[in-house]
């Protein structure tokens, strides 16, 4: 989007209206509870369907039906949706009695920025009227991190060729609604149009507010908002139809700036009892207003300053992938529920693709970016899914099966997929969470979260292999987890499939080796456990010659087989279908069930995850057999395959798909950004390039670095955090250079070496280029 990349700012000059849908993903704000998408505060008077306006509550939502004409035991029944709540932010500025926007009179300079230092969006537009009148117009709209229920929008005209009357009409709407659902699957909400409806409203002399109910959830929203100008205004208030109205008016002298600023609050009844939502609104306006518009910027950028100061990563030699990731992280840091309740949705809070839900995506593909860089927030994602237990409890029991299992998308905890094959059936979500656990204890050291928390979903999910795996006479009495989906979508109801069996193995061992923990040092808290979840000694034996026995799929090649299946289908190289991407569009399931024929890495995805099982001559062998067979038609695939290309030797393909996963959004390569950022995606691109490029890994015996810089890069510097240290790793072509910022002494390994890491006292080492 922008050609000049600048480093810390999305900026677009040329307003083009063909692609102002991705546009208003990308100028996207949020802080984890409230988003925005990038939609003009005036509307859009342009051409349909290219835009698309929303505000979003992380978790807030509404439920529908799920119908099927050919029902079946345990389908899912109700669907949530997250809704596309009332539109707070809205500013009409009319010049001279002539309303602003940008198809009327002449736009001569325009540009819409994203700040991702200071954390606002601004928009500068140098604009004629129809009758003549030429005015500078700036916005400036911000979302607090540290208030999470603020947001504040400014808005300056100035005069440029005359005095005028300038008047301000603030909204906020209350009649909007959400997305409809496409053939595209990934694109709508499961619900239709207008879900909420109006209970109550109120007019304060400077402002007001309007509380909403859902149809189905139960649930209540207030917003509210109030302004402040720099003039003495004529002010107005009224409601009518859904919208509350605010006009302010004053008469500004030529090269004067007239400004108001809205601050918006929003609180649902998830914060707090009903009664209570316009208290807690009113309290949060007084304040920011008493604050100013000032001091909440300042307050974003010494948030900025300290997230930038543990996350920030730096290359030379490489603006695109710079900017790049520079945008994966802001976004992920926006999009990220901060009460343990709320998680990170498919498409963050910028759209209501795959209908706000939350996906193992953040257990796999984002965590690992909270974890070594802000790892309060990473426990944050672990104890949302404590949060679920319950809901996972009820599901396995409904479906027949011990333990616990996950939904494999969800907003508040019921299933909410109604495609079971590429729902349920993706049980690995359960080894994926313990994974998520095992690796939040590993690069913490907090024991504790276990006996709170952690220990409880280990064992559940352990009970549930047990309870759908066997141990099966004709492979040889090995553990066997039958009829299952793995990661990739485009398998689906496999026998043995290769990532959920490793992975279910992992979830055993971590659970016999938390469970042992827990008796010889903490025999207390165990036995309170034992009481609450009923867990015997014998379950825990087993669970030990589950994992003993585990059938691990493998062929004398080399290769390890998706599932007991995948060897006999046919393969199709994905070089010969080219124009039937994305498949998902174009073929039935069945037809895309039956060949060698992958969306997104299974295989590979496992051996990175379990990468210290696996020796780089294996995973090249994989690799070689794997890409000439995945289509990438999952956002999920390139991250990965960049880090198992380096992994290969392959640097220029690992760079190739870096690239496209770095910018996967700010380039729409996937042409689908319209709908939403692809959150999981981000969290890839992060581990591309720390995992990958770096080579950073986390293992029992500690942290590990292969660094490599790939075509031009100059210099790769990352940070990462561990056990209360943080850890900067700098290359350039000549040397490597480790320092420990801040804790205590540490050694970690540098292509296996050990190295002494001291407070002050860096380490250099020569710069190689290692292939494999
Ligand atoms: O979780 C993913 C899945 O792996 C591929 N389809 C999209 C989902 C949501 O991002």
Redesign the pocket.
């Known amino acids: 989007m922008d050609i000049t990349y600048d480093s810390w700012k999305i900026r677009e000059t040329n307003y083009e209206v063909w692609r102002n849908l991705q546009a208003e993903t990308i100028f996207s704000l949020g802080n984890g509870y409230m988003g925005m998408r990038g939609s003009f505060e005036e509307g859009y008077f342009g051409p349909p369907d290219n835009s698309f306006n929303a505000t979003y509550i992380n978790g807030f939502y509404d439920e529908y039906k799920i119908s099927y004409p050919e029902d079946g035991y345990g389908f899912a029944r109700r669907g949530q949706a997250m809704l596309n709540v009332p539109d707070a932010k809205i500013i009409e500025p009319v010049i001279n009695g002539c309303e602003f926007n940008m198809f009327s009179g002449r736009v001569h300079s325009y540009q819409r920025i994203l700040d991702m230092r200071n954390g606002f969006l601004e928009r500068k537009v140098l604009w004629e009227s129809p009758n003549g009148d030429m005015v500078e117009i700036d916005i400036k709209r911000l979302i607090s991190f540290k208030r999470h229920h603020v947001a504040v929008v400014s808005c300056t005209v100035k005069p440029l060729n005359g005095d005028m009357e300038i008047e301000f009409i603030s909204k906020i709407d209350g009649a909007m609604g959400n997305t409809e659902v496409s053939d595209d699957m990934?694109v709508g909400s499961g619900l239709k149009g207008r879900t909420m409806s109006t209970v109550g409203h109120g007019i304060w002399k400077d402002g007001g507010w309007i509380e909403q109910k859902t149809t189905n959830s139960g649930l209540y929203l207030l917003c509210g908002a109030k302004h402040e100008t720099n003039f003495e205004a004529d002010m107005e208030g009224c409601f009518y139809l859904d919208v509350l109205e605010h006009r302010f008016t004053a008469k500004i002298k030529k090269g004067e700036e007239f400004t108001i600023v809205k601050y918006i609050t929003c609180y649902t009844s998830m914060d707090a009892t009903e009664e209570n939502l316009k208290g807690l609104a009113e309290k949060e306006l007084k304040q920011s207003m008493e604050d100013g518009l000032a001091v909440i910027e300042k307050e974003q950028r010494q948030f900025l300053d300290e997230f930038w100061k543990r996350s920030d990563i730096m290359i030379e030699g490489d603006d695109a992938i710079q900017q790049g990731i520079r945008f994966c992280m802001f976004s992920l840091l926006q999009s990220l529920g901060r009460d343990g309740k709320t998680n990170i949705a498919?498409k963050g809070l910028t759209g209501e693709g795959?209908g706000g839900h939350y996906?193992?995506?953040s257990d796999i593909y984002i965590f690992p970016f909270f974890l070594y860089t802000n790892p309060d927030y990473a426990k944050l994602i672990l104890k949302f899914r404590y949060n679920l237990l319950d809901a996972a409890r009820e599901r396995a029991t409904e479906l027949g099966h011990k333990g616990a299992l996950y939904p494999w998308r969800t907003i508040t905890g019921p299933e909410c997929s109604a495609y079971f094959p590429a729902g349920t059936a993706q049980y690995h979500i359960d080894a994926d969470i313990t994974y998520a656990i095992k690796s939040y204890v590993m690069a913490t050291g907090d024991r504790q979260f276990l006996i709170d928390m952690g220990a409880e979903i280990i064992f559940e999910t352990a009970r549930f292999w047990m309870s759908i795996g066997d141990f099966i006479p004709a492979k040889g009495g090995k553990f066997c987890i039958n009829c299952v989906t793995g990661?990739d979508?485009y398998t689906a109801l496999v026998d043995n499939n290769a990532y959920t069996n490793y992975m279910a193995k992992m979830n055993f061992e971590y659970a016999v080796s938390v469970a042992k923990w827990l008796m010889e040092e903490k025999p207390e808290e165990y036995r309170t456990l034992k009481e609450k979840i009923r867990i015997s000694e014998d379950e825990i034996i087993l669970w030990e010659k589950a994992a003993c026995d585990m059938y691990l799929p493998n062929d004398e090649s080399g290769i390890i087989p998706q599932d007991d299946g995948f060897l006999y289908k046919k393969r199709v190289e994905v070089n010969k279908i080219k124009d039937e991407l994305p498949l998902l569009l174009h073929r039935h399931y069945l037809d895309i069930y039956r060949y060698q024929l992958c969306?997104?890495p299974d295989v590979l995805l496992m051996m990175f995850l379990l990468s210290e099982y696996f020796k780089g001559e294996d995973i090249k062998k994989n690799y070689d057999f794997y890409a000439p067979i995945t289509t990438h038609d999952?956002?999920?695939s390139p991250s990965i395959f960049s880090i198992m290309a380096r992994e290969s030797g392959y640097f220029d393909e690992a760079y190739d798909f870096l690239k496209n996963s770095v910018r996967m959004d700010l380039d729409d390569v996937n042409g689908n950004t319209k709908d939403g950022i692809?959150a999981?995606n981000m969290g890839g691109a992060w581990m591309a390039l720390t995992m990958g490029a770096g080579g950073f890994r986390v293992y029992e015996d500690g942290v590990h670095f292969k660094p490599v810089l790939y075509k031009d890069w100059s210099r790769l510097c990352f940070k990462v955090r561990y056990r209360e240290r943080s850890i900067m790793v700098d290359i350039n072509r000549n040397i490597v250079k480790y320092t420990l910022i801040d804790g205590n002494p540490l050694t970690v390994y540098h292509y296996d070496e050990k190295l002494l890491l001291k407070p002050a006292e860096d380490i250099v080492k020569e710069y190689k280029d290692v292939k494999v």
Do not use: G, T
Request: hydrophobic share 35%.
């Open positions: 990934r498919a795959y996906f193992w995506d990661p979508e969306k997104q999952s956002s999920l692809h999981a």
